[in-house]
């Protein structure tokens, strides 16, 4: 079973679950997920099945999209619900203006990344004390859709890697008290279907593909570069933060074949098989 499943992750459950759960539901062999979701956080998780899986990067490095709700006047020391709250009744200022594009920013220690070979959330749990280094991350939009008393409401697109805990925790006393992921790249929550696995052809939909004869994709499937006139077919799929990749997906009459690399010399060729 190769292909991609749209989840709508519900709050409770961590990522990890749901991919196992789904996998086990769908009889899949192996399944990964491309992109944590808090377990409090709800909202899109692409699945990976079989195949899938080796194209991963790919979908992990896809723009996202949220809706925050924070709650203003009190802070959190993991910066949503699960932590220690503090009611501190400063609400942040009503003008909002924040910097949009590249911005440096401080991942929280209550995350997952990894600090000599462990969990940062780990570390921080068993009372370590230390610091993430900063990170760049990429912000598209951040717009406050509402705010009324110490509840506010926020849009948010970005690039893959920023956490909107951080951002929140940013605008003053305040902490992400709902999180709902609402698009990976150029995949939305509202096509989410558990019982639907999305084949290959159609989940790679967001490279520039070229499509071979039966001799060239035989040589491809085994790993053999192949002559190419230039011609490709544009990606169907994308979304407008996210460049399509250098990277062409292979394709036959049966099926896609493997993921290519242009070379100088006018072929392609194969670094990621899918036929066996």
């Known amino acids: 079973m ?14 990890h679950k749901v991919t196992n759960d789904l996998r086990r539901a769908l009889g899949a062999e192996k399944a ?12 899109l998780l692409i699945v990976l099945l079989g195949r899938a899986r080796r194209v991963q990067r790919f979908f992990m490095g896809m723009s996202k999209e949220y809706v925050a709700v924070a ?7 993991t910066g949503d619900p699960e932590g220690e709250i503090t ?47 900063s990170r760049e991350v990429e912000l598209f939009e951040f717009s406050q859709l509402s705010r009324e008393g110490d509840r506010a409401e926020y849009r948010i697109r970005c690039s893959s890697g920023t956490y909107v805990r951080s951002l929140i925790s940013d605008l003053g006393d305040a902490y992400t008290e709902q999180l709902r992921r609402t698009r990976i790249g150029p995949f939305s ?15 790679f939909g967001f490279f520039d593909s070229v499509e071979l004869d039966a001799a060239r994709a035989k040589k491809a499937a085994h ?7 230039g011609t ?13 990749p250098d990277e ?10 493997a993921l290519g690399e242009r070379r100088d010399d006018g072929m392609i060729k194969p670094v990621v098989g899918f036929r066996a």
């Open 189 to 203: 929550v509202d096509d989410a279907d558990p019982n639907h696995v999305i084949g290959l052809d159609k989940a």
């Open 32 to 43: 990964g997920h491309a992109g944590t979701l808090d377990p409090f956080a709800t909202g």
């Open 2 to 15: 190769d292909g991609i499943v749209l989840v709508d992750k519900p709050p409770g459950l961590s990522s």
């Open 71 to 77: 709650r203003l006047g009190a802070t959190s020391t």
């Open 232 to 244: 490709t077919v544009a990606a169907a799929l994308s979304a407008p933060e996210d460049p399509t």
């Open 223 to 229: 790993g053999v570069a192949v002559e190419w006139d």
């Open 87 to 133: 009611l501190t009744g400063k609400l942040p200022p009503l003008e909002f203006d924040p910097a949009l594009g590249k911005i440096s920013q401080q991942p929280p220690i209550y995350s997952a990344l990894k600090v000599d070979g462990k969990r940062a959330y780990e570390r921080a749990r068993a009372g370590e004390q230390f610091e993430l280094p």
């Open 248 to 257: 062409l997906l292979l394709t036959a009459q049966d099926g896609v074949v």
